[in-house]
């Protein structure tokens, strides 16, 4: 019996795969390395294929007896969802569906969900529960909440067991440095700041410093992708031992302001470096945090790396990237 694990060669993906592969699973990345590397796909078979192709699916599916699947396969870019939101549609929405359908033609019922904090919005209360409002303010939060509907919905018709673990901002890297974050164009915010203090980047802009937060800049609720892979191997368990569908919030509860993230980087390289304080971006909500209540209760995760560790495990592989030329 193996795990699918969709998008295996991404950044959130290969990490889950390395878990996986540590606790003894068999296991089958299957991505068309369209933002992920085959250097990231070293646990388990490679199968190049794109969850939009019901045809290359199918041949897995009969090849491999597949007993779970993970889902991480998405464009992840907020600002690109919204200029063309069709490609989020088609990538996002439309290709999950396909997966879905392989799966229910194999007797496939156990599905992990990549959703996000996105599905939010503007939250109106802090920290945010997994059952507060959700009005998405754009395509790719409104692309994972769809998915999150119909999965829904194919649990009550059809029976299927799924988790849909909705993260906050996953951050830092394996810390053998055999995997890490190398998302190109890179939007996310530590290995923005991690490219200023390795002087790749003159400078890190600061969006907004007048929040009503700590400092007025925006705060966000950063885990680390071991932590978000943790999760995924007790939801995996806890499927496989008959769990019910459910979801849950992966943030660890705190929030670090932007003025913060970027004192840690320089505290933890040692560099100093220039830092451009600017407007607000439309759209960004001065906090996001999560209350991962559910999942600590349900699931027993317990997350174990501190902001530090976070931003060293990322700083450590960000210097490895710069002499590497990945495939
Ligand atoms: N990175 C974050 O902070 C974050 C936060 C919230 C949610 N998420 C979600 O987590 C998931 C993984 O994010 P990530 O940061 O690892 O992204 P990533 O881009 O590094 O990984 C996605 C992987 O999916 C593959 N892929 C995309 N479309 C495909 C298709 N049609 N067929 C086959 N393979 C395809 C890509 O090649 C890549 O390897 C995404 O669904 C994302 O929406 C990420």
């Not at 070293?42 to 009969?62: A, K, T, Y």
């Not at 019922?109 to 998405?136: C, H, L, W």
């Not at 992966?250 to 451009?276: A, Y």
Request: hydrophobic residues 40%; charged residues 25%.
């Amino acid at each position: 019996m193996a795990i699918l694990v969709a998008g295996g060669a991404g950044y959130i993906g290969s990490h889950v795969c390395k878990k996986l592969s540590q606790q003894g699973f068999q296991l089958i990345v299957y991505d068309n390395l369209c933002r992920g590397y085959r250097d990231f796909a070293r646990w388990g078979d490679f199968i190049p294929g794109d969850v939009g192709d019901p045809v290359q699916l199918e041949l897995v599916f009969s090849k491999y007896k597949i007993e779970a699947a993970m889902h991480f396969c998405a464009f992840i870019e907020v600002g690109e969802s919204v200029i063309e939101p069709e490609k989020y549609y088609q990538n996002n929405l439309r290709n999950t569906i396909y997966l879905l359908e392989a799966m229910r033609r194999h007797n496939v019922n156990k599905f992990i969900f990549s959703s996000t904090a996105a599905v939010y919005g503007m939250p109106e209360k802090m920290p945010i529960e997994e059952d507060d409002r959700k009005i998405q303010i754009n395509p790719y939060g409104r692309t994972k909440w769809m998915i999150e509907q119909i999965l829904e919905d194919y649990s009550a018709a059809y029976g299927l067991k799924t988790i849909r673990f909705r993260y906050f901002n996953a951050a830092g890297a394996d810390p053998d440095k055999e995997i890490g974050e190398a998302h190109v164009p890179e939007t996310h915010l530590i290995p923005l700041i991690l490219d200023a203090a390795a002087g790749k980047r003159e400078s890190i802009k600061v969006f907004g410093t007048d929040y009503e937060t700590k400092d007025g800049t925006a705060v966000r609720d950063y885990v680390h992708v071991f932590d978000l892979a943790e999760a995924h191997i007790l939801g995996l368990k806890y499927l496989l031992d008959g769990g019910a569908t459910n979801y849950f919030n992966l943030g660890i509860g705190d929030g670090f302001s932007v003025r913060e993230m970027i004192q840690v980087v320089k505290k933890v390289t040692g560099k100093d470096f220039k830092v451009i304080e600017t407007e607000r971006r439309a759209g960004d909500p001065p906090y996001l945090i999560a209350k991962s209540d559910k999942v600590s209760k349900t699931l027993g995760w317990k997350p174990k790396y501190s902001l530090e560790e976070i931003i060293r495990t990322a700083w450590n592989w960000h210097q490895k990237l710069q002499g590497l030329s990945l495939k």
